[in-house]
């Protein structure tokens, strides 16, 4: 049955092969999913009348033989003349197996790549125009709305439970709020997302860093959709025997803008002329691996800094498992965030990391609202919760959260996931970050 005109998917084409054209056409057509607006035979001619096309494509199908400019090049342009459309590549077989052509169309701002098969098939294309569809028009409304709120996870202090409270959060957050929740782990030194997860996890946010801005494929091929007792996608960390390998071949060559590596070349040759230790060949490397620890640092800032735009303008929360650390990657994470949550234990080195958290987070006049979660309470706690509260007046106090004998046997973060107490408790941090207007469901119970 043909769907109302207004239920279709306004397409154009761009292509100057007329086989292609026919074939596209005819299936386009004939599936009663999509309204063909326009077909241009070259990219110039697109360029130059798309933004002027009514209705405006949702989706511009763009094929590799479109003549003139590269598709590549053409998408690039498409995705800065028009970003209100999505772009899909279609490309013959050749290409599609290529996965260094496919990573540099998504590079490049396609949406996704199709394949043209010979003779003429069109496996998963409606599936395929249907879900970026739905992507563009999910990041359509984030962009006219607020934009998603970041909440960091923090401590300077290791083994307080911050990343139990973390996925705890991201549970609570999706429950509370019925919104698409992300959890992040931020742990770039040592990535253990699979084991904390118990679920295998596609790819890793460092994989990601090489896009700029993301598209819904891209979403697609490094997220870990909500499954099973996950009510929230998930964003793995990298993986120690991949972490090195991809910052050399992703950032070293081609991510340090020109004027960086001149000013770091102009840093080498005064430090090489001011000393004779330049004729040290242990001096030139120990000062070779700074400055190539200074490239890697910037290449990572800016990426971080693109990720998390990009992550605020898919999810309504963003929660950050960050690493027990005052780097420089990490106070980045911190300065974007709009809610910190300070986790600690109730016992002297843990209160002394909070002291310094919560100093540090002020002479760093970070923004966003900080609070502070007791985790692991009892009474036979070395200082009483009471007490901490005491100690700690002037940080807004969100929960505090009992030991749980249960967790304390060789269990995984994930498993706070099935312990309604620890639940109930987190959704009490959850119920104070999420606004009345947007809380749908009381903190400790659970969608069917």
Known sequence: MTQGRSDLIPVALITSDPAWEKSIREFLTNSGRVQIVRVFQNPEQALHLLPHVRPTPEIVLLTENAGGISELNTCRLLSQTIPTSAVILVVGEAHFEDPRYLRSAMASGADDVLRMMTPPRFQGWI?????????????????????????????????????????????????????????????????????????????????????????????????????????????????????????????????VPLEEESELDRLYRSLSASSRLAEDDLFRDLLQRALQHVRIEHALAY???????????????????????????????????????????????????????????????????????????????EIRPDTLQQLLKGMSWLATIPEDPWMVNDRTPSDVLRRPSLLDAIGRMAAHIVPAAEAVEAPGRRRA
């Not at 980045?332 to 109730?346: E, G, S, Y």
């Not at 540090?360 to 006049?365: D, S, W």
């Open 303 to 381: 990426a971080i800094h693109n990720l998390l735009i990009n992550l605020r303008s898919y999810y309504r929360y963003v929660v950050l498992d960050l690493p027990p650390a005052a780097d420089p990657l990490t106070v980045l994470a911190l300065t974007r965030a709009d809610h910190v949550v300070i986790a600690l234990i109730p016992d002297l080195a843990a209160l002394r990391a909070a002291y310094l958290s919560m100093d540090l987070l002020q002479r760093l006049g970070i923004p966003g609202e900080i609070g502070v979660a007791l985790n692991r309470a009892t009474r036979r706690s």
């Open 127 to 255: 599936e395929s125009l249907e879900r970026v569809r739905d992507l563009l028009r999910g990041r359509q409304l984030a962009a006219r709305r607020e934009t998603g709120q970041i909440v960091a996870l923090f401590s300077l202090k290791g083994g307080v439970g911050k990343t139990t409270l973390a996925i705890g959060l991201a549970d609570r957050l999706a429950v509370v709020s019925s919104a698409r929740v992300i959890y992040v782990d931020l742990n770039w030194h040592a990535g253990m997302t699979d084991s904390l997860i118990g679920l295998p996890t596609p790819r890793s946010w460092l994989e990601s860093l090489e896009f700029q801005q993301w598209s819904p494929a891209i979403v697609d091929s490094l997220v870990l959709r909500s499954q099973g007792d996950l009510r929230f996608d998930v964003l793995a960390a990298p993986r120690e025997e991949d972490h090195f390998g991809v910052l050399k071949d992703l950032y070293l060559p081609s991510r």
